[in-house]
């Protein structure tokens, strides 16, 4: 049963691991972006109909990650050039992603693809419990395992990290250094929408193989919570998207046994677990929130 | 404060005087849209009744029409009547939910010619009953419901009943005698489902187990993939659901070598290796029935003005052709089982039946009704699954 | 005179842009207006339909405004209204029957009060005692209020009658709010307005609503100054989740009489964005929720008469809600 669950956290967390990871960087600029649940919906969308189109789930990875840039590009438009309030951008954007995909997927719903499949790596995954939890997934999922050091690498060890970081501390360091923070937050979001976009490629194109709409279903915000539950950590989110992942499959692993519980409440269980995890660890800590987001939550108030 | 901020002002002033004077307008013209939609009524005197005299017929949909389920089934079937009656124009309205939203969709049909409607989700029929006293010349056909009024009349088709066959062609194929239910939430055509499936199976091997698994949702594919993987991980060989959108699952199992019974339309092609076969519907001729039935004034007691359930002798509902995988003995055995229900020889819920905990709910040799099962709020004996007391 | 050309072509970007998007999908975009129009403001029905969609609006805008003035996100108007719902439908079918009206009807609005307020309490303890960020907090809730919702009308709260299908029995037809005339048009919009009213006159005009401002401007000169930030931000919060929840009751008394998994769903988030729009400002909320919701109530038109699928109502509304952010706020300099 240990083995299910783990496996299933994998596989539900995955596309939420994508979109975290995005966020990460995006926040560690100073932009928040709700509104990558709409570039997940829109990479959701794009990967499935260009694979659809071509026959290729490459290229249709690729228009998906693109999609999801896209949606990012009006919210760091909308944010960094005309300062509206992120929140209300992120919102808006949701509605915008949702409207679109959902008119221009109608074709889609009943379309068959040849997605990616699951690809078992010779040797590693004959491990036992290892192999079958880690071993066993679709290439998107061992690129996103790739993707967490190497972002983690990026932020902290490698100069383009640390200028990021300081956008969203000091961005007058930023300027002091001849550079333009307005043109590092517009990499970051893109980058931030691009990985959401590949999320929701994942999700239809890898995991479900399948379009319809409005298929994020809030995951995408999901992921958004859980860079801060992450402390704006890669290795955090990755943590995070597999506990919410792994939560969902240890309700289903339950129904299935039969568990004498209201499924309502076993329904709750990823919200509340993401909710206790939060407490605990935002108790400990002196928070980590770079600077900038911090105006965004503090700093922004009616009224201005 | 900045000009921008006064600019952000006037765009929002702008936005509500706009909308202040379409008001005005609006209303200045209102009383010559209201004389027109009287004028057909005089016109066409000789036939009366709810239903008639219309230019319009309103369909309503809980969810998107395109998603390989129920509201598809339902969309299919208004496309119908959209054929057989080329004068009237069909009004649709997909993801109504089912709360009092729906009164405001159908009035505004009503406020568009409708005399005919079609709620066609459950949650519809109070917000229905609600608009039918207050519009007693509008017929209302709504689908699935228990209670009618004088100009509401409730249809449904006796899925179970496909459902129980799949349950027996699921009950001799699987090999590890475990079957996996994807369901929604537990609501009683939902139950129903899951014990008619389990009669089914248990009718022809007693040993089997289903494992029902809610995913709280009615169609949410990255869940229904992870459902269906841990179904899969857990041993279940074959997978069967009750979603509005039921690809993922049948293409879920198919990659992964388990077979699959299909619900709501025929999705045979999705899984060439896996599929075995599927309950579905089939609405057009009784969605048109019913419409000139009412158009034609006749729909005062008439049998739509009740609650009208029709089976699989009538064709509203069907099993799905079975795929290539299925034998022939078992193929000859659901026919013979399909045969005994037509002939009246079988009930597949006939007593009997004990529900999870062994109590008796439907006592030796009763043949419950169709109001008793669209009630069903317990799960039968050999169903792993828990629903809210 | 420029300025006022400049602006008439903002205001109808969006739907010049939206009538382009029509022609492209073959239907007619002036018939298409022309039929949204009629149905949103034809007559007194729709307006009236456009006045009982927007309630709900208004009063979870407010939940966000408050809150915003004291420095707090509430994104939570969605599980709040929920709650609200819920508490009081419990109360009201299983302690009020037979209560009459005058009675029954102010305790099934301080039970949505409520529960609004339990669910806004919450994320500004966890904010204050274990310093989770409020907006994270009541996100999540959302989502377990939904299902917690599931969870009685599925359970607890199924009504015996219905046939085992998860609705909450009736409500007392006395507890009911009045309607005007034969319409389904109810006092609850009334409620909303004054609601509106009320935070105005406390924010603008009381000490109480000085301080709150003081907070949302400068939480630590508010504390240098002595306000007690903590204590008036957990009663922001309480206040905003209580009109939410009020909204909730408004829509059970008003509206469906009783409880379904989907009561309300979807409201809160719209109801941020009107708060966003107006600025949260409680007097401009009332244009802006009513805005959105003739947008809601006219779309049921566009869908049928246009014959296009749903989502092109949100694809207008997104059109609309980016020409405003676009506006924005330009630089902060004021």
Known sequence: ???????????????VLFASLGEVVAQRAGVINLGTEGSMLGGAFVAFAVTYQTGSPWIGLLAGGLAGLLFALIHAFLVIQRRANQLAVGLTIIFLAQGLTAFMGQDYVDKQINGLNPIAIPVLSDIPFIGPVFFNHDILTYLV???????????????????????????????????????????????????????????????????????????????????????????????????????????????????????????????????????????????????????????????? | ????????????????????????????????TAKETETPDEKKEAVTGPGTGGSAIGFLFVGAKDDYGYNKAAYLGSEGVEENFPDLKVLRKENVPETAEAERVMEEMIRNGAKVIFPTSYGHLDPALNVAKRYPDVAFFHQGGLKTSENLGTYFGNIWETVYLSGVTAGKMTKSNKLGYIVSFPIPQVLLNINAFTMGAKSVNPDIKVNAVFTGSWCDPGLQASAANSLLDQ?????????????????????????????????????????????????????????????????????????????IEEGAVELAPFGSSVPDDVKALVEEKRLAILDGSLHPFAGPVKDQSGAVKIEDGVKPNVEQLETTDYLVEGVIGNIPK | MRRFWIGLAFVLSPFVLFALFLLSQGANPLESYQAMLRSAFGDWYGIGEVAIKSTPFLLTALAVAI?????????????????????????GVFYLQGVPAWVGVPVLILMGALGGAIWGIVPALLRQYARMNETITTLLLNYVAFFTVGYFVHGPLKDPESFNWPFSPKLDEALRLPTFGSTRVHIGFVLAIVAALVVWFVIFRTRVGFRLRVIGGNAIAALQAGIKVNRMQLLAMVF????????????????????RPMTGFGYGYIGFLAAWMAWNHPLWTIGTAFLLGAISVAGNALEMTSGLPSSSVSILMAFILLTVLAVGRGSKAS
Not at chain 1, 8 to 13: D, F, K, N, P
């Open chain 1, 145 to 304: 395992f790739l993707l967490v050091p190497l972002i983690w690498w990026f932020l902290f060890y490698s100069k383009p990290g640390v200028l990021l970081r300081a956008t969203g501390e000091r961005e007058e360091v930023v300027f002091s250094l001849g550079k333009s923070p307005t043109l590092i937050r517009y990499l970051a979001v893109s980058f931030g929408g691009l990985m959401a976009g590949l999320g929701g490629a994942q999700l239809s194109i890898a995991f479900t193989h399948t379009w319809v709409e409005n298929m994020t279903q809030g995951r995408g915000i999901i992921a958004v919570a859980l860079v801060i539950f992450a402390a704006w950590l890669p290795t955090r989110a990755m943590l995070g998207a597999y506990l919410f992942g792994g939560a969902q499959a240890l309700q289903l692993a339950l129904q299935g046994r039969g568990l004498e519980v209201s499924p309502f409440l076993l329904f709750m269980l990823p919200y509340l677990l993401t909710l206790v995890v939060l407490f605990i660890v935002e108790r400990r800590k002196v928070s980590s929130m770079p600077e900038s987001l911090r105006k965004v939550f503090e700093g922004e108030r009616g009224g201005g």
């Open chain 1, 1 to 15: 049963m240990i083995v299910e669950i783990l496996t299933g956290a994998i596989r539900a967390g995955t596309s």
């Open chain 3, 67 to 91: 809150p915003a003035r004291a420095g707090l996100i509430n994104v939570g108007g969605e599980g709040q209204l929920m709650i609200g719902a819920l508490l009081t439908t419990w109360v």
């Open chain 2, 235 to 311: 041993g279940v060989d074959v997978l069967t659901q009750h979603q509005d959108c039921t690809k993922t699952i049948i293409e879920t199992a198919e990659r992964r070598g388990a077979m699959s019974v299909g619900y709501h339309a025929d999705a045979s092609e999705l899984a060439p290796k896996g599929w075995l076969t599927g309950a579905i519907w089939n609405w057009k001729e009784l969605y048109s029935e019913m419409a000139r039935t009412a158009v034609e004034g006749k729909f005062v007691g008439s049998k739509f003005n009740a609650s009208y359930r029709i089976g």
């Open chain 2, 1 to 32: 404060m900045g000009t921008v901020m006064k600019w952000r002002k006037s765009l929002i002033v702008g936005l509500v005087m706009m909308m202040m004077l379409s008001v005005l307008a609006a209303c200045s013209g209102g009383d010559d």
């Open chain 3, 240 to 259: 905003g989740g209580a009109v939410a929840g009020i909204a909730g009751m408004i829509e059970i008394a008003g509206i469906e009489g009783h409880l």
